[in-house]
């Protein structure tokens, strides 16, 4: 995909986070270490469930890819938050702020289509346990994935084809630390409406589309559960999918809040960004190996595994 010609601007300004030094200082061990620990945890958790044969089922097969997209998610904007954090002059191409709205687009819908899935998968085992292993087939799981990842590809590539045909030919000052499309529709000095137009029914389908999924299998979910005579039953449903439904919970809550406020650059827009494209993408893996006993237990018989595997090293060394 090429630019074309028609764009005064070469570069734009990230104006980040802070403008103090000092603060930027705090700020960049604080990202580092966030980041550091986002990959830590989504890698641990993808070799966790590929190493443990009792998590290869449905759920933990969402649950990987829902791993490997949080890396992907925050490896999108998190380089170059730190990058500039450093530097004097906070300054990124028209054409690598164009890579990071495709980057940011694609991987957050892939998100949001595949907690739908993760959802359905939910109402599946809870409602129609004893038709799981039946309805949850590889081929559907493996419609289900790919198909979040194509539709996903395929919106992330109109919507940044239509803005890399916009003119940017007034101020180039991003109030934010990553290139988002609302952002960049403020700074164009052409008619958006169709960018708008297209963004808007992206929103629709991935955002407001993917939540009512979610909230449809999960009103179908808590009917069953309610309707289950024992309270220690009901407790063991309802904790099958209490994981599922707090990244739900974050996910779709800080990234409402996120696109729902004017883009200003105001402290609240960038708190709620962070929150959304810093945090979740840390606190999904722990959520997960925190509040699921199988993720637990699986992970002390991987370490259980690997460290026998070193002690049998060294003591051939």
Known sequence: MALGNHSTILEFILLGLSADPHVQGLLFVLFLGIYILTLMGNLLMLLVIRADAQLHTPMYFFLSHLSFLDFCFS?????KLLENLLSQRKAISVEGCMAQVFFVFESGATEASLLSAMAYDRYVAICHPLRYGQIMSNQLCNRLLW???????????INTLLAM?????????IPHYSCELPSLFSLSCSDISTSVTVLFCSGLMHGIGTCFLIVYSYALIFSTILSISSSLGRRKAFSTCSS?????LLFY???????LLPVSGSLLELIFSVQYSVITPLVNPLIYSLKNNQVKAALRRTL??????????????
Do not use: M
Not at 147 to 157: E, K
Not at 253 to 259: I, T, V
């Open 304 to 317: 259980k595994k690997y460290l026998q595997y070193i002690r049998q090293l060294a003591s051939v060394g």
């Open 165 to 173: 045909n916009l003119d940017f030919c007034g101020d180039d000052f």
């Open 244 to 248: 599922h439904l707090t990244v739900v």
């Open 147 to 157: 198909g979040s990842w194509g539709l996903s590809f395929l919106n992330a590539f």
């Open 253 to 259: 809550g800080s990234g409402f809040l996120r696109y």
């Open 75 to 79: 490896s999108a904007t998190v380089p």
